[in-house]
């Protein structure tokens, strides 16, 4: 045990005694008070006083105080090792601390992803290492033989440092897996620099990630259940059939349902229909960069009505309010639109006012005041929509074609089946592009 500390409360204590006379006095004391024999040796007096054991049972912690006219076993030096460790909590930084260029010691910590409206949190191992050497666009990186990133009970981060105390992250499960059993230094892409698009990333897929995990099964088992209402006109699905979920997974549920049943009716609309969403922050528009119905029915929905808009509402307090993590999110959804054809228009009122109409709400005019607004080209739309999320156009743009070769693996890789990184990866490749247009 490498935090072994010895004792000396206890062997202050003893005095004069030797440890032999000390374990013949305790004996009798648990003799006395129980009726039972104990096997209490001076080798146990030497373990206790070395450190290698903290917290004797009950009737030998009682004894040792009464032989030695001690209230409480603390006074003797004793402790629960695992309790001790639970009150004091982990070594917790916080992800964001990275984008504010704090920190954690080189080693393992716990690194916290922060939760949001629906998302709950999550704590993740990190381990930290130094990147050795570095060149264009690339770090060489030794994680060291401790670090242990491939647990399938435990999310883990691997964040690199280079010399000028630019922090980067991996997945490290993804890491592991990428480097197998090779040791020594390892390429790392330059392009998982931790910044807001980074940070948003591992926020939005680690969060969805845990919460759908976590409700696997019932998801599963109301799946099979609803899927008796396919094929049917009218949508008469109970809500008693939904069970107890988090709320992520609840709305996963809900949004797979209508997306089949739309799918289902699709040749029954008598005109073109007017889509629309809800989704008014980045954590709501993670869904469509993450969640595989969702991708899949843009893919479908474009070849059905090409050129059909959509509608997000965004006011400007959805703007102020959100951190500018999670503004790049709702960019990059918007982005993920435009990439299927899907265009995005900007109407300065905050709230869907007609079933009919499609509208992308302009969050923000700051000098000329709120108003209709609809670009010619799916760039300048972009550029538009930036400019009123108080997202920097040409960094987003830079950031994009940096993570567009890498892809957003390598950062954060959902687990669960109903997840997917195709969402984002075509939302960045496509703002990648754009910079040739």
């Not at 008796?228 to 609840?250: I, K, N, Q």
């Not at 479908?300 to 309010?321: I, K, M, T, Y």
């Not at 992308?360 to 080209?377: P, T, W």
């Amino acid at each position: 045990m490498a935090d072994r500390k010895p004792n000396r409360l206890l062997r202050k204590a003893r005095g004069p005694m030797t440890q032999r006379e000390l374990a013949d006095l305790v004996r009798a004391e648990i003799y006395n008070a129980t009726g039972k024999e104990s096997v209490i040796t001076a080798k146990s007096i030497s373990d206790w006083e070395c450190g290698m054991y903290t917290w004797p049972p009950a009737h030998v912690r009682r004894a040792l105080c009464h032989v030695l006219e001690k209230a409480d076993p603390a006074d003797l030096g004793f402790f629960n090792r695992r309790r001790v460790s639970e009150s004091r909590g982990p070594n917790a930084a916080s992800l964001l601390d990275l984008t504010n260029g704090q920190l954690p010691p080189v080693g393992s910590n716990t690194l916290r992803v922060p939760n949001g409206r629906s998302f709950s949190g999550v704590d993740v191992e990190a381990h930290v290492c130094e990147a050795v050497s570095s060149g264009e666009g690339w770090l060489m990186v030794d994680a060291g033989p401790d670090a242990v990133l491939n647990r399938p009970d435990r999310r883990s981060l691997l964040v690199v440092v280079d010399d000028k105390q630019q922090s980067y992250i991996l997945d490290g499960r993804r890491f592991a897996g990428r480097v197998g059993g090779r040791l020594g230094l390892q390429p790392v892409s330059s392009a998982v620099a931790v910044d807001d698009l980074t940070v948003g990333i591992i926020w939005a897929v680690t969060n969805t990630d845990v919460a759908l995990l976590a409700d696997d099964g019932q998801i599963s088992t109301v799946q099979a259940r609803l899927a008796a209402h396919d094929g049917r006109y009218v949508s008469d699905a109970s809500l008693t059939e939904m069970p107890t979920l988090t709320p992520v997974a609840s709305h996963w549920l809900r949004s797979w349902f209508c997306t089949r049943y739309i799918t289902c009716n699709l040749e029954r609309m008598s005109g073109q229909p007017s889509p629309w969403t809800r989704e008014r922050t980045g954590e709501d528009a993670a869904s469509w960069l993450l969640w595989r119905h969702r991708f899949e029915y843009l893919r479908r929905r474009s070849q059905w009505c090409p050129g059909l808009p959509r509608d997000f509402h965004v006011s400007e307090a959805d703007a102020s309010n959100s951190p500018m993590y999670e503004r790049v999110l709702l960019l990059l959804a918007v982005a993920l639109m435009e990439g299927f054809g899907i265009a995005a228009t900007l109407n300065s009122e905050s709230e869907r006012s007609e079933p009919e109409r499609t509208a992308l709400c302009d969050v923000a005019d700051r000098e000329h005041g709120l108003s209709s607004v609809i670009e010619q080209s799916s760039k300048r739309r972009l550029e538009t929509i930036a400019d009123h999320l108080y997202v920097p156009w040409p960094w987003f743009q830079q950031r994009c074609a940096e993570l567009a070769v890498q892809g957003v693996d390598d950062i954060a890789h959902p687990r669960s089946r109903l997840l997917s990184t195709r969402g984002l990866n075509a939302a960045i490749r496509y703002v990648a592009r754009t910079a040739d247009s």
